[in-house]
């Protein structure tokens, strides 16, 4: 197993900014792909953004797209989400994940991080 150890969370109010990180250990992704999902309580998790790792490539869930920015440090093998313009619907414990092969399976998870935003 890989770890990933993602960090950031927190309580902050609607309209304020965090950001995530999520490091890999132990080896990388180069070939794939990190993204983050998020699942809210008594919510199906979701995806909300994800990064091919050579050719940085990002998507976003509609949800996000303008708030959010996904991006990666090859040097530290780690991936951030910039989260701004925070609403309480983003209130969600997020995940990183990590993809060996670009199309394939997420195989890899984090432990959660939690997010709350309040009104």
């Known amino acids: 197993q890989v770890p990933l150890v993602d960090t950031g969370g927190g309580l902050v109010q609607a309209g304020d900014s965090l950001r995530l990180s999520c490091a890999a250990s132990?080896?990388?992704?180069?070939?794939?792909?990190m993204g983050w999902f998020r699942q809210a309580p008594g919510k199906e998790r979701e995806f909300v953004a994800a990064?091919?790792?050579?050719?940085?490539?990002?998507y976003y869930a509609d949800s996000v797209r303008g708030r959010f920015t996904i991006s990666r440090d090859n040097a530290k093998n780690t991936v951030y989400l910039e989260m701004n313009s925070l609403l309480p619907e983003d209130t969600a414990v997020y995940y990183c994940?990590?993809?060996?092969?670009?199309?394939?399976?997420?195989?890899?998870w984090g432990q959660g991080t939690q997010v709350t935003v309040s009104s």
């Open positions: 994940a990590a993809s060996p092969l670009l199309g394939g399976t997420w195989d890899y």
């Open positions: 132990g080896r990388t992704f180069s070939n794939g792909r």
């Open positions: 990064i091919r790792w050579r050719s940085e490539y990002k």
